[in-house]
């Protein structure tokens, strides 16, 4: 099990180390990704730590969040030999966000997800009903790209700390399906 935060986050700030306490509970080993200077991510300096850290994603469950995602999404499109178990993407986009113009360079292109679609294993997306910080219609949008309904949890926003948010019943649920299978 492999944990990766996004934008502005790392491995013991809002639900991630709840998220992981639970996990090991059900006898799972669990990686929590650092990666490197959050506030000002760099795409090069992001996959290496994410290569550095985890390993192969081959067989691996992901439980990745916001930037988070794309940068897990972006690891298997360069890693054609990796094919994960299955991936929990949290509040998260595969392509440019609007509202984020920040992000742009690390983004770029975005990625090709429907052409990952056949080797990434179970998929599950979760989603607030108000995020502030990535659009619905972002997360919705790569979540249909993927072909799955999002899981959407009332009123946790963008799933931060400040949100109020440290505890994702739904996206342990969502990583415990994915391991069952």
Known sequence: MVIVHGYNGYPAKHWYPWLASKLVEEGFPVT??????????????????????????????????????????????????????????????????AALPELDDYIGDGVGTEALLPRLGDVEVVMSDGDHVVPNADTAAMAGRLGVEPIVVPGAKHFLYSDGVTEVPEVRDAALRILST
């Not at 691996?60 to 991936?87: D, F, K, N, Y």
Request: glycine residues 8%.
């Open 32 to 97: 929590r990704v650092a990666l490197p200077d959050p506030t000002r991510p760099d795409p090069v300096e992001w996959a290496a730590a994410l290569a550095e850290q985890a390993g192969t994603l081959d067989g691996a469950v992901v439980v990745a969040h916001s930037l988070g995602c794309i940068t897990v999404l972006s690891h298997l499109e360069r890693h054609p030999e990796q094919w994960p178990h299955g991936l929990v993407l949290v509040a998260g986009f595969d392509a440019r966000v």
